[in-house]
């Protein structure tokens, strides 16, 4: 069983930055790829950020540019850094993993930019 763990949510004011952080259970290599995703309140999950076992990256395209995903292996950790955040990118942040055909999810951290 692979555990992902979520930290450095909060609130902060439009044009402000956080940084999330993933711990995980086990190598980040071994995972296939892990990524961020967010659910607002009303809407779906949705894709923010992944980052492959090979450390190709892919963003949705409201967040390029401001949004960073990157990893420390020997931590077994990977990162979200957000910058110039806007009240549209409120919502409950969930680290991702996949590992073969499974997916594994963090317990989801809340984001909240108010205007």
């Known amino acids: 069983q692979v555990q992902l763990a979520e930290s450095g949510g909060g609130l902060v004011q439009a044009g402000g930055s956080l940084r999330l952080s993933c711990a995980t259970s086990?190598?980040?290599?071994?995972?296939?790829?892990m990524a961020w995703y967010r659910q607002a309140p009303g809407k779906q999950r949705e894709l923010v950020a992944r980052?492959?076992?090979?450390?190709?990256?892919n963003y949705e395209d409201s967040v390029k540019g401001r949004f960073t995903i990157s990893r420390d292996s020997a931590k077994n950790m990977v990162f979200l850094q957000m910058n110039n955040l806007k009240p549209e990118d409120t919502a409950i942040y969930y680290c991702?993993?996949?590992?073969?055909?499974?997916?594994?999810w963090g317990q989801g951290t809340q984001v909240t930019v108010s205007s």
């Open positions: 991702y993993g996949g590992l073969l055909a499974l997916d594994y």
């Open positions: 086990i190598s980040i290599f071994a995972l296939n790829n």
């Open positions: 980052i492959t076992r090979d450390g190709s990256t």
